[in-house]
């Protein structure tokens, strides 16, 4: 079993950054893949970012590709997304995912664990 907890959601105005936090604990080990999703009132969960546990791998949706990053801090058992020049379309609540195997898929149910989601608003 692997538990993720977000962090680092919040209230930005447009253009402003934002650094969202997983933390990991429970059975993780290096052949995972993590991945953020994000889901808009009224609209699917969409993929926004991801990356092998161990590192490498990294994919991004075209839409965040150029302002976010997704990072890992094995030591830590912490992924990041760091988001910039946010815009309005990007408020979602957004999600840390995990998955056993290494490979990165974009389709969210082909993850196995899922965290509570954090708030992302970007005012105009």
């Known amino acids: 079993q692997v538990q993720l907890v977000e962090s680092g959601g919040g209230l930005v105005q447009a253009g402003g950054s934002l650094r969202l936090s997983c933390a990991a604990s429970?059975?993780?080990?290096?052949?995972?893949?993590m991945g953020w999703f994000r889901q808009a009132p009224g609209k699917e969960r969409e993929f926004v970012a991801g990356i092998r546990w161990s590192g490498g791998s990294l994919r991004y949706a075209d839409s965040v590709k150029g302002r976010f990053t997704i990072s890992r801090d094995n030591a830590k058992n912490t992924v990041h997304l760091q988001m910039n020049s946010l815009k309005p379309e990007d408020t979602a609540v957004y999600y840390c995912?995990?998955?056993?195997?290494?490979?990165?898929?974009?389709?969210?149910?082909?993850?196995?664990?899922w965290g509570q989601g954090t708030q992302v608003t970007v005012s105009s």
């Open positions: 995912a995990a998955r056993a195997g290494s490979y990165v898929y974009t389709v969210g149910g082909s993850y196995d664990y």
């Open positions: 429970g059975r993780t080990s290096s052949n995972y893949a």
